[in-house]
């Protein structure tokens, strides 16, 4: 029956607006009620009516939709993907519905899809790359044909129908039989369109509470990538074009976070010890989803401009040489993180460094895929292929500045413990103090005296652990600093005011500056190897970072509140820490447990799916790397002659961008 009403309707647009003349405007276009929108005038009524026939099969057979959009050049915006998606977004299509954009003068395509569809990067890739015959061949109709069927196999829904013979005296009959129905099959067609506008999904109220919670999950992780990766392309545009012309950009991107901070705080709520009701559960899920939503949508706002101010297409050549300099400046320093991390290695246990422990392998590994992608720019440009170049480009930019995190995170975390180290020689002589004054008091009851012996046994084990090899400082200053506040309770009694507020002092800042390293360390491990990290790590880095602010706010005015909330960061970061690390040892295992490794690359590729450079969709196994957002990973295929193919990063965006940039010249 769809592929009746859709043959109809094309049928009638022919018959009332007749022979189709070539359009010269070709900005972002409604798609209309049909599957088909030639906006180019180079099908005929019959292949016209043909291929929506074709389209509308597909729909049926696999639940797929696949519109197609043919215009003589992409304009307002020029660039093939913002052009498509733009389409795709206007329109209002969802997850299981993509758009064919071909520009029949301009010689360009590309397919835009929603990341969380049905179909993986690599199938989208082999379909673009099927298109090329017909497209070279201006064979506008087949290419429908081959893209349809391509879609078809990709889903697993058999052979392609055929959008052939006898199709038009079948049409007439049916024209003569419902024409007054078509009525009826506007306002269905309308209504199914209303539904896609507000994301082609069972309302969330209606969702099973499980999958209300995943989709919130994925929310969060998505909308933390887009936020982290429009964070990193902002600061290569502000190096290059100053503070006030990203100005707009920087207040986008904070109101962004804020949203994203408070869907973090919700997360955090539904993931503590108190029980939720099931209602509660429900709404801050859904209100989860919404501020993520927010979030994405305030920068997609801003992507297009933010495109036009890079320009990476056009100043292809420059930018090449900035981030070629920028990855040479960066080279020289993981020798120094290596020699570096020996001598850690040498003092410290390696539960102390397990968060940097790879992290000079992981730079040299995104290193190298930044130069396979600037190797390829250097190639795009020369052939005149600006786009392709851009593609490159912001994708090693990426890989080098998480070389750069990398390596700096090797120095940072051997300042915190050299740090934690002087922390704990201080706090070890305080409870040696207070083991002397709380010998001094009466003990009737013998309490004192169990707060005394561990306390003692509390500062012999630091003592010891400070005087070998193999030190775990972190650890060592929160076995102290329970210690601490426990005997600080059983001799309060004894000190004055002025006193005790100067311990609280001292104890507040011993614990901001253990809470700080923590922190950075989860963040640093976190950002680094986001692809493989889900929400539970980020939940709690985020929420750590938050008590950490405000406590570093509050020393001053509220030290009680202020030591209550750093304890809480430094607890937080540490379940960070080890949440992400379950994630990344999650990830490895799938790899090695039979994973499929992307194409061209091996390890360097896998390395920048790690750290979320690209998706992991083309991945059997794994720790979960997501498509989403704009700040989600993309991939680009299809385009050139030699079936290569480019996968990178989104720029920066939310989840208008619909996370692909695919495509090319044909």
Known sequence: MRRAWA??????????????????????????????????????????????????????????????????????????????????????????????????????????????????????????????????????????????????????????????????????????????????????????????????????????????????????????????????????????????????FEAALAQAKENLNQAFTLKQKLDDSTPDSEADTRAWNAQIIELCTQAGALLDERAAAFDELRKLEQNAPEALAKVQELRGSVEPRIAEAESALAALSARYAPSALATIADNPVQARQRLAFADDRLAEAQEDIGAGRGGEAAVGIRAAEEAVDQARLLVDAVGKLGQDLAAAEQSISALVANLQQDIAAASALPDADGRLASVIASTRQAVDAATAATAGAQLAPLQVLQSLEAANTQIDGAIAGIRDAQEQAERARQQLGQLLLQAQAQVSAAEDYITARRGAVGATARTRLAEAGASLVQAQQLQTTDPAQALSLAQRANQLAGQAIQSAQNDVGSFDAGIMGGGRAPAGGGDNVLGAVLGGIVINSMLGGGGGARGGFGGASGSLGGGRGGGRTVRTPGSFGGGGTRGRRGGGRF
Do not use: C, H
Request: a negative charge.
């Open 7 to 248: 043959t109809v309707l094309a049928v009638l647009a022919m018959v009332v607006a007749g022979p189709v003349a070539a359009a010269s405007a070709t900005d972002p276009i409604p798609l209309g009620d049909s599957f088909v929108a030639d906006e180019a005038g180079v099908l005929s009524g019959g292949q016209l009516s043909g291929a929506d026939a074709t389209l509308a099969k597909l729909e049926t057979d696999t639940g797929i939709s696949l519109y197609v959009a043919l215009v003589p050049e992409f304009t307002n915006p020029s660039d093939r993907n913002a052009w498509a998606d733009a389409v795709a977004q206007d329109n209002g299509l969802g997850d299981r519905q993509y758009l064919l954009a071909i520009a029949t003068e301009a010689r360009q395509y590309t397919i835009s899809a929603s990341p969380s569809g049905p179909l993986s990067e690599d199938q989208l890739v082999a379909i673009e790359q099927s298109l090329l015959p017909d497209l070279r061949a201006d064979d506008w109709a087949g290419a429908i044909d081959t893209a349809a069927t391509g879609v078809r196999q990709a889903a697993g829904g058999g052979t392609p129908g055929s959008s052939g013979g006898g199709i038009p005296g079948f049409v007439w009959i049916i024209l003569l039989l419902v024409v007054a129905a078509v009525i009826v099959f506007l306002v269905v067609r309308s209504r199914r369109k209303a539904k896609v506008a507000a994301g082609g999904t069972t309302p969330l109220e209606q969702l099973p509470l499980q999958d209300l919670e995943r989709q919130a999950g994925s929310a969060l992780v998505a909308t933390d990538d887009a936020v982290k990766t429009s964070e990193e392309e902002l600061g290569f545009a502000r190096a290059q074009f100053g503070d006030e012309a990203t100005g707009e």
